[in-house]
């Protein structure tokens, strides 16, 4: 059974840092595209960032560029999203995400498999 735990979220102030897990389970990571996405309170799900299976493309949404890195250990079966400069409007439940295959990477509907969430909160 396929399964995604995010772990790392918390409360933090605008300008702090904060490193995100998505642990993988029931597939090897390298057979794995990983897309991190987020929603707010009354707002729908928006693509963050993504990361191919062999980790050689990286793509990230215009919010995150810039702030947000994607890497992946297979050995650990882990992908991680580095979170610097946070601002408020960053706050959200942030959700790991997993398909054997994507092309469309940015759309939320092209992903099978989801965690739980992370919550994030990043204060004035």
């Known amino acids: 059974q396929v399964r995604l735990v995010e772990s790392g979220g918390g409360l933090v102030q605008a300008g702090d840092s904060l490193r995100l897990s998505c642990a993988a389970s029931g597939l090897t990571l390298n057979s794995l595209t990983m897309g991190w996405f987020r929603q707010a309170p009354g707002k729908e799900r928006e693509f963050v960032g993504h990361?191919?299976?062999?980790?050689?493309?990286?793509n990230y949404a215009d919010s995150a560029q810039g702030r947000f890195t994607i890497e992946r250990d297979n050995a650990k079966n882990t992908v991680f999203l580095q979170m610097n400069s946070l601002k408020p409007e960053d706050t959200a439940v942030y959700y790991c995400?997993?398909?054997?295959?994507?092309?469309?990477?940015?759309?939320?509907?092209?992903?099978?498999?989801w965690g739980q969430g992370t919550q994030v909160t990043v204060s004035s």
């Open positions: 990361i191919s299976r062999s980790g050689g493309a990286t």
């Open positions: 995400a997993a398909d054997t295959g994507i092309y469309l990477y940015y759309s939320p509907r092209n992903y099978k498999y």
